[in-house]
């Protein structure tokens, strides 16, 4: 089963990518098997290439998709459980959001009591998320930002949108309204900071039933890693999140979870680039292993206007907790 994610065409289960008549010839002539090159890695396979127009230029900044990039972006979404696709925001707009979260993230570390077990915080502005990992939201920085409209910038992205509207819906049923979604007007990130070890891995959310058919979607998560190559993206030791294609539905995550292999991707991305993730696919955050590099990444969430995320963030602010 393992191969099929790896080896197999996006259209046709059956067909592995590059196979010729040739290939599956049954003549007494050696089979010709396909060049490796032309097997697509797992990472191409959950990625839609944008087309020039879709990706942010100073020119067209986040225009619609084109409808052979939404179809793209439907299927690789409901199929893999994630998406990926490159340059896709205004690299300074993400990394403008990196400069508010992370003063939000010190001025709020600052404040934390002297006696606070740093592993396990709660508060409204910044949590835990295992050692030297937090989870930054709420602060004065990041609220500025949202007043200016640069949440809307990307909570509203047409293409991004439109595309989530299909994936809630059943495949074959026409795209949700936009009344059935509630996109956060609020931007989260998650800080990993020099030291932190990988994440366990997990969902975000559990499966509304874990009998009966495979649902839509009822939750997508947009990851922004909000690092440029000359920062540290590119380089290993600051770590990436791992994500393991096809985990969204019970079956596959009960396999992986209890214990299987699975293949997995950690793409090396970089500001301006953006993950879609259904919220039931496994995941984790990498370790990170670097001198002195913070790795910050934005969020987003987009859910069914219906579903109440019971995930209960801290109601008391540090700056109340420091008093
Ligand atoms: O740090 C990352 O790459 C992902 C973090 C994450 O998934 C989480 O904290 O839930």
Redesign the pocket.
């Known amino acids: 089963m393992q191969a099929a994610f790896a080896l197999f065409d996006e259209d046709d289960e059956n067909e592995p990518i590059g196979s010729t008549s040739e290939g599956t010839s049954t003549s007494s002539l050696p089979i010709p098997t396909p060049a490796i090159t032309q097997l697509k890695s797992l990472q191409e396979r959950v990625t839609v290439q944008l087309e020039e127009a879709e990706q942010h230029t100073t020119a067209q900044p986040h225009a619609a998709f084109s409808e052979t990039t939404h179809n793209a972006c439907v299927s690789v979404l409901r199929r893999h459980g994630v998406l990926l696709l490159k340059g896709l925001f205004d690299p300074a707009l993400i990394l403008e959001w990196r400069s508010r979260v992370l003063a939000d993230m010190d001025v709020a570390l600052a404040a934390v009591p002297a006696s606070a077990d740093r592993t396990t915080l709660r508060y409204k502005e910044l949590a835990s998320?295992q050692a030297a990992?937090f989870?930054v939201r709420n602060g004065a920085q990041m609220k500025a930002g949202e007043a200016q409209g640069q949440a809307a910038v990307l909570s509203e992205h047409p293409g991004v949108v439109r595309v989530i509207l299909e994936a809630f819906a059943c495949p074959g049923q026409a795209p949700l309204p936009l009344s059935d979604m509630r996109a956060w007007r609020d931007v989260g990130a998650?800080v990993?900071l020099p030291g932190a070890t990988a994440?366990q891995l997990?969902a975000?959310l559990d499966h509304l039933f874990f009998s009966g058919p495979h649902l839509p979607p009822h939750y997508v998560t947009m990851f922004l890693p909000a690092l440029t190559p000359d920062d540290g993206a590119l380089d290993p030791r600051v770590g990436?999140?791992e994500f393991f294609p096809g985990t969204h539905t019970v079956a596959a995550a009960a396999k992986v979870l209890n214990g299987e292999t699975a293949p997995s991707i950690s793409p090396q991305l970089q500001a301006g680039d953006a993950v879609l993730y259904d919220a039931r696919l496994l995941?984790?955050?990498?370790g990170n292993s670097s001198k002195s590099t913070r790795?910050p990444?934005l969020y987003v969430n987009f859910q069914r206007s219906w579903f109440e995320d019971q995930q209960n963030w801290g109601q008391e602010s540090v700056f109340d907790a420091s008093k």
């Open positions: 998320r990992r989870e998650f990993s994440q997990h975000d990436q999140t995941h984790r955050g990498l790795r990444i």
